[in-house]
């Protein structure tokens, strides 16, 4: 108020102050024991992405986000399973420009009698009633999206995709690559090893083509392409990738 109301500084200085910008490890077991709850805001608590910056991350990731702005609203299309419980399916007719179906979360068309189903997973609110802040759950359905759904299968094609044309052929570099552009870092020993056995593993096991190959996975074997797209997939699935420290 005494800055004439002007909400930008506010802002900032909320923003640049110490606990802001404190990071949401723990310090000490003492400050966990003494303020369990952290009413004292000794740490950051821990944020999930919201669904649209979610789905944001997951094509950002890929490369494939489509970062055009304003226009109409955005028809994704949906699995048989997720438009069987749309009464009337024209409701939900799909964008005619593929490249329109990357866009932006914000951009996805809202209906107020059926959400996106993946938005309606992560916690969008109800929108037919006033909203002054969204519910942050951790259910199975989350999971079970993320593991099987396959829009973001494909995504982690793209991604398998972009890395082995970024990365080349070796294993070592494509998964240094695809930690780079997924969480921001790169991956420790652990991860490193963990990672490349279950490339080994998965490359020896029966695989059907994939649909859609980008151009750099073409080159691949079928079983090794699909090995490194699972493995794309199990790193969006990482609480890291979901979770904003």
């Known amino acids: 108020v005494a800055d004439g109301w002007n909400v930008k500084n506010l802002h900032r200085r909320i923003m ?15 400050h966990f024991q003494e303020d369990p709850q ?28 489509n970062l055009n702005m304003g226009g109409r609203p955005v028809v994704p299309p949906l ?3 997720e438009i069987a419980s749309l009464r009337e399916k024209w409701h939900w007719v799909e964008s005619q420009d593929p490249a329109q179906h990357h866009r932006r979360g914000i951009y996805i068309l809202v209906r ?16 037919s009633v006033s909203c002054p802040t969204r519910d942050v759950t ?13 829009s973001v299968f494909r995504q982690a094609v793209q991604l398998a995709g972009r890395v082995v044309k970024e990365a080349g052929s070796e294993t070592p570099a494509q998964i ?3 930690w780079k552009v997924a969480l921001g870092r790169g991956p420790t020993t652990e991860e490193t090893a963990a ?7 998965l490359s020896r096991e029966k695989a059907t ?28 699935n990482l609480s890291e990738f979901a979770f904003v420290d």
């Open 176 to 178: 240094e690559r695809i």
């Open 38 to 65: 952290n009413e004292l805001l000794w740490r950051m608590d821990r944020r999930r992405l919201e669904a649209e910056a979610l789905w944001d991350a997951v094509h950002a990731a890929a490369g494939t986000l």
């Open 16 to 30: 640049n102050s110490a606990v802001y910008r404190q990071t949401s490890r723990f310090g000490e077991d003492a």
């Open 112 to 127: 107020r009698n059926f959400k996106f189903p993946m938005f309606e997973v992560f916690d969008t609110p109800v929108t």
């Open 195 to 201: 990672a490349h056995d279950l490339v080994e593993t």
């Open 209 to 236: 083509p994939l649909a859609e190959l980008p151009a750099a996975l073409q080159a691949l074997p079928t079983e090794r392409a699909h090995a490194l797209a699972k493995l794309c997939l199990a790193v969006f």
């Open 138 to 150: 951790t259910v199975a359905p989350q999971a079970l999206w993320g593991l099987n759904n396959q």
């Open 79 to 81: 699995a048989a399973d």
